[in-house]
């Protein structure tokens, strides 16, 4: 499994330790309120298909900021699915209601999704050797 290989909101990252531990510093893309983020890879299990993200730094305002995703195949209509789950929580910045926040995140989560889904049909289009 690549963690980083999805996400949509960085143009750059640089990867520091070897997965549980490992610290990720990212340059966000412009037009976001932040142009970096510092992140730790709390969890990785490939076998249950579970990735937990913590934000330990950045210049941005989700402070204590932790995600766990996890990845569940599903048939829906008779057709083969991925049902991916992310769950977070953070702290409501002051200045913001909860609402606002939870709706901030929630933005950012559905444009990883939407990178996470691009990529793996990406993927399935050009088989077994392109998971790299």
């Known amino acids: 499994m690549n963690p980083h290989i999805f996400i949509g909101l960085h143009l750059e990252s640089d990867i520091k330790g070897d997965l549980k531990g490992s610290v990720r ?3 966000v893309k412009t037009g976001l309120p932040a142009t970096t983020s510092t992140e730790m890879l709390e969890l990785l299990d490939d076998q249950e298909h579970i990735l937990g993200v913590k934000f330990v730094g950045g210049d ?16 829906i209509d008779g057709r083969p699915v991925t049902l991916v789950i992310e769950s ?6 002051e200045g913001n209601t909860q609402d606002e926040t939870c709706y901030f995140v929630n933005a950012l989560i559905n444009c990883n999704l939407k990178s996470l889904a691009d990529v793996s049909e990406r993927m399935a289009m050009q088989g077994p050797s392109s998971t790299r």
């Open 88 to 93: 977070f929580v953070v702290d409501v910045p």
């Open 60 to 75: 941005h305002r989700l402070k204590n900021y932790s995600s766990i995703t996890t990845v569940h195949p599903e048939i």
């Open 25 to 27: 510093e990212v340059n």
